[in-house]
């Protein structure tokens, strides 16, 4: 296997491992009952799953610990250091002062010592108990870092990043932080191909890790444009791959690491099978061509009160 992911936050004397970036795993958004999910990761760790990303939002922190507990017990990892475990911020305790407890709680529902990543999910602050009514506040771009470089220097973060980060928000962040981010985890996928962030990430030392690699594949009710693309899927065929595995593999190929979702056995397997071969240059232009659309949109987290007024001023105009 190609060992291709070196990152970390220069400054702060914690890597990310290179060996952990090949397998990895999503944990949010599905429907299965949180106990039948467990033994599905458990199977992703002995399939060579080594990268779990979970988040306070996705309520799958306890069973990725839990996962991790049988993963040692079965004999299927030696240690635990064998793992790299994300998990982000969420937006109620994105505030100087929250983010250690926060971080704190999280492990405490991981029963780890500590995480190999930390990420701001969001560069957006909402109102803590406010279940109902989502209320805004203002997002503070240099306190909340501050928070996660603590979580840094006192080793319960290994790495720290952020998330949904246009490069205007990473600019203004690269201009305050001592410990600059290590990762910026969007949406990335064939028909939300980023290429602006993708080069300045590049340019600055940011890895970029594509969430919703396959446009979360049946998860919004008629947006079936990566798996199902026409282009997509000619060159699965013709390469005798699934479009799953194309677009995976063409993720790689920008230099993006791919964080794929799947609690279907065969489909975790065949996830894993793109790192042998490689897309032609003549593929990756025919990809180039397929119309472009963001999927993730938090249209509740903007308006008039908000403190973005529209989803372009979120996204800086990168949409
Ligand atoms: N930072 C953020 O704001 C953010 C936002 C969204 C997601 N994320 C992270 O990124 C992860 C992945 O994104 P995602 O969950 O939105 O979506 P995704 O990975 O793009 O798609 C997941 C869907 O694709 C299906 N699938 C998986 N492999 C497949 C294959 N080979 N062929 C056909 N279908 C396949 C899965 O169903 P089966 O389970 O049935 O295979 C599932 O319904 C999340 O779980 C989460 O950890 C982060």
Partial sequence: MAIDFACGNPGSGAELRPQDANHRLGTAGSKLPLAEQLPLLVEAIAAGYRHFDTATLYGTEEIVGQAVAEALGRGLIKSRDELFITTKLWCSDAEHDLVLPALNESLRKLGLQYVDLYLIHWPIRIQKDDTNSIKTLHFDIKGTW???????????????GVSNYSCAKLSTLLENATIPPAVNQVELNVSWQQQKLMEFCKDKGIHVCAFSPLGAYGSYSGYNVVVESPILKDIATARNKTAAQVVLRWIRQQGGIPIVRSFNKERMKQNLQIFDWELTDEEVGKIQQIPQQRACNPANLVGPHAQYKSLEELWDGEI
């Fill in 146 to 160: 501050e928070g996660m470089e603590e979580c840094c220097r006192r080793g319960l973060a290994k790495s720290i």
